[in-house]
C-alpha cells in the first residue's frame, strides 16, 4: 500500500504545477540538450551527452517521485485554534534546555520559511499531534531514549 502524503491546498498545486512543467517543457528541453550533444560526435567521450542523459535520470526520477506523492496525497488544511496537527508551526523547548526552538509539522514539500520539518509520523510528529501550548509529550528517540518537550504555542 502506497503512503499517504498529507499536504495543504497550496503544497499540492504547487507540486502538481511542476509536475505538469517537468513533463512537458522539461522533457522538450532536454530531448534538446541530448540531440545537441549527439551533433557533437563519439558518444564514449562526450561529456555534454553524458551531462545532459545525468540530468535526464534526476529529472526523470523527480517526475516520478512528484507522481506518486499526487497520486497518493490527501489534502489537509491546518486546524483553527491551538491545537497542533498537519501543517502547524509549533515551537517546543525540550526539558532541560531553555532555548525554543520552531518546526513545521508536516511534509517536506510544505517547508517554507526556512522551517525545519517534523514529520507527523515521526515519534516527535506523532507526540505533538493534538497537543496545545503548555502541554508536555514524551516521545522516545530514535537512540531509544525518552524525551520530553513542552508545546510553547501553536500557529
Known amino acids: 500500500m502506497a503512503q499517504t502524503h498529507h499536504l495543504s491546498q ?4 504547487r507540486l502538481k504545477a511542476e509536475h505538469d512543467d517537468l513533463t512537458s517543457r522539461g522533457r522538450v528541453e532536454i530531448a534538446r540538450k541530448i540531440e545537441a550533444a549527439r551533433e557533437l560526435g563519439d558518444l564514449s567521450e562526450n561529456g555534454d551527452y553524458h551531462a545532459a542523459k545525468e540530468e535526464q535520470g534526476k529529472m526523470e526520477g523527480r517526475i516520478a517521485h ?11 488544511e491546518a486546524a483553527d485554534g491551538d491545537v497542533v496537527s498537519h501543517g502547524s508551526v509549533v515551537d517546543i523547548r525540550y526539558e532541560g534546555d531553555d ?9 517536506i514539500e510544505e517547508r517554507h520559511d526556512d ?3 517534523i514529520s507527523p509520523s515521526s515519534p516527535l510528529g506523532e507526540a505533538l499531534l493534538g497537543s496545545a501550548p503548555g502541554d508536555a509529550v514524551t516521545f522516545v528517540a530514535p537512540t531509544g531514549a525518552e524525551l520530553k518537550v513542552e508545546v510553547v504555542s501553536v500557529g
Do not use: K
Not at 10 to 13: G, S, T, V
Open 10 to 13: 497550496a503544497a499540492f498545486d
Open 66 to 76: 512528484l507522481a506518486q506523492m499526487i497520486e497518493n496525497a490527501e489534502i489537509v
Open 99 to 107: 532555548d525554543v526552538e520552531r518546526y513545521l509539522v508536516g511534509s
Open 115 to 117: 522551517l525545519d520539518v
